[in-house]
């Protein structure tokens, strides 16, 4: 099952309608990572992951 992550969920004040997709958790993380960077977060710490991991759905 796909999994999801809702951008604006996690960082609600941005108004960024984008949701960051993955077949697996891992690919999930490892795009949200890349979404992050459009934010201007350059370091994913693993408070960082962490926090991401709770925001997961299933789709
Ligand atoms: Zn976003």
């Known amino acids: 099952m796909p999994k999801v992550i809702h951008c604006k969920r996690v960082v ?7 949701s960051v997709r993955g077949a ?6 490892r795009n949200a990572e ?16 962490e926090q991401l991991k709770s925001f997961i759905e299933e789709e």
């Not at 609600?12 to 984008?18: E, F, K, T």
């Not at 697996?24 to 993380?29: A, D, F, Q």
Request: include cysteine.
């Open 24 to 29: 697996t958790e891992e690919e999930l993380l």
């Open 12 to 18: 609600p004040d941005s108004g960024c309608a984008h």
């Open 34 to 49: 890349e979404h992050a960077r459009e934010h201007g977060i350059v370091e994913i710490t693993p408070e960082l992951v």
